[in-house]
Every structure is written in structure tokens, then in C-alpha cells.
């Protein structure tokens, strides 16, 4: 178990909390947090900026967030498409249940998400991108039965 330094209320969004990913492609840093709706009515994605002098949240209300309305929506992690989190590319990740792989979504504000079927094991869960070698990962969420896996970001690319 990590060690717990602070806790922070929820603001009046009525956020769903799903996933939460650290983002390092923003100035400032920020993090990403998804909700889960097993539709995807009204299922959004958040962000909300790090305090480059704490490390803290700047607020406790998200700074930036977009009703994207994915079924089964789970972690998510964005690449710097260009300037602003608008022009990012956001890599997410869709549960399809226990018996059937899960979906890879890649999506920019403005336009359709890219559906990449069968991508990932079942269950996939958060999402973290590493840099240097170009790596989308996500862990899945199934007690004794869990996987880490990665995909190549530029192969899913639209």
C-alpha cells in the first residue's frame, strides 16, 4: 500500500471517479482522471494541473474536461499533439467484461474516437505513457488473474 499525504474533496461535478494517470505532456504537469459508465451516458474525462512548486493539485476543481460519452471507459493517458491539452491525442482504454479483450480508443478533442477492437487483455484498467520508447501501458483489473501490457503509440496513430 503507498503512503496516503493528503486527500482531497470532490468538487460539486459529481465526478464518477474511474482511473486516474499523471501527464507530463502539459505545462504544468496534470493529471487525468476518466469516468466509468457502463453505456457511456454522459461519461467524461478530466483534467485537473499540478503545482509545479508543491506537487500539489493547483485547485479542486478540474481545470479542463470533456463529455466523451465512451462505453466502459477505464484509464486514459495522453500524448502532446501540440500546444494545449485540446491538440493532445488521449489514449484510453475500454472494458469489454471478464471473457472478452479490451478496446483501445484514441481520441483528440473535436474529433471522433479511433476504435482499435481487441487491443488490449480483458479488463484493461489505467493507462501511463512512457517517452523515450514510445510505450502505451495499462494493467488489468481482475484479482489473481493480472497482466501488464504495452502497445507501440505510433502503431494507433490515426
Do not use: C, H
Amino acid at each position: 500500500m503507498l503512503p496516503r499525504k493528503f486527500t482531497y474533496e470532490r468538487d460539486n461535478n459529481n465526478v464518477r471517479f474511474s482511473a486516474i494517470s499523471l501527464d507530463r505532456s502539459t505545462t504544468p504537469d496534470s493529471v487525468l482522471v476518466t469516468e466509468y459508465d457502463e453505456v457511456g451516458d454522459g461519461s467524461r474525462l478530466f483534467r485537473w494541473n499540478i503545482n509545479y512548486e508543491t506537487r500539489e493539485l493547483s485547485d479542486t476543481t478540474a481545470d479542463w474536461a470533456y463529455q466523451v460519452n465512451i462505453r466502459a471507459m477505464q484509464g486514459a493517458a495522453a500524448i502532446k499533439g501540440g500546444e494545449g491539452p485540446d491538440k493532445s491525442w488521449y489514449y484510453i482504454t475500454r472494458s469489454n467484461g471478464r471473457d472478452k479483450r479490451g478496446d483501445l480508443l484514441v481520441w483528440q478533442p473535436g474529433k471522433l474516437a479511433t476504435i482499435y477492437e481487441g487491443t488490449w487483455m480483458m479488463g484493461p484498467e489505467d493507462m501511463t505513457y512512457r517517452p523515450s520508447t514510445d510505450e502505451m501501458w495499462t494493467v488489468n483489473e481482475y484479482p489473481n488473474d493480472r497482466y501488464v501490457m504495452s502497445v507501440t503509440a505510433d502503431r494507433f496513430r490515426p
